[in-house]
């Protein structure tokens, strides 16, 4: 069984920072791509960022140069420092992680955590 959570989500102001955290517990072999989608109300899950196994990043055009991600090995986890934070990141934020589960098999599978709340006040 694989679960991933998310913390760090908060209510700042305009121009804030917040670094939110997602960790990969259970039993599982490999932690393939991971990232970050978000979803405002009425609208649909986009892709924040992500990042491969060799630290390739990618970032929403709305978010470069404001958010990094990075990822630590050791503690199977994925950050994501949010600086400059705008009223328009307001969204819940949900990890997603590809996975392989053994050795065995060479196939992965996706996993979300349920959700951080992110709001930013005007």
């Known amino acids: 069984q694989v679960q991933l959570v998310e913390s760090g989500g908060g209510l700042v102001q305009f121009g804030a920072s917040l670094r939110l955290a997602c960790s990969v517990s259970?039993?599982?072999?490999?932690?393939?791509?991971m990232g970050w989608y978000r979803q405002a109300p009425g609208q649909q899950r986009e892709l924040v960022a992500s990042?491969?196994?060799?630290?390739?990043?990618n970032y929403a055009d709305s978010v470069k140069g404001r958010f990094t991600l990075s990822r630590d090995y050791a503690k199977n986890t994925v950050s994501l420092q949010m600086n400059s934070l705008k009223p328009e990141d307001t969204a819940t934020y949900y990890c997603?992680?590809?996975?392989?589960?053994?050795?065995?098999?060479?196939?992965?599978?996706?996993?979300w955590g349920p959700g951080t709340q992110v709001t930013v006040s005007s």
């Open positions: 997603n992680a590809y996975i392989q589960e053994t050795w065995r098999t060479r196939e992965v599978y996706a996993y």
């Open positions: 259970g039993s599982f072999f490999r932690i393939g791509d």
């Open positions: 990042i491969t196994g060799d630290d390739k990043t």
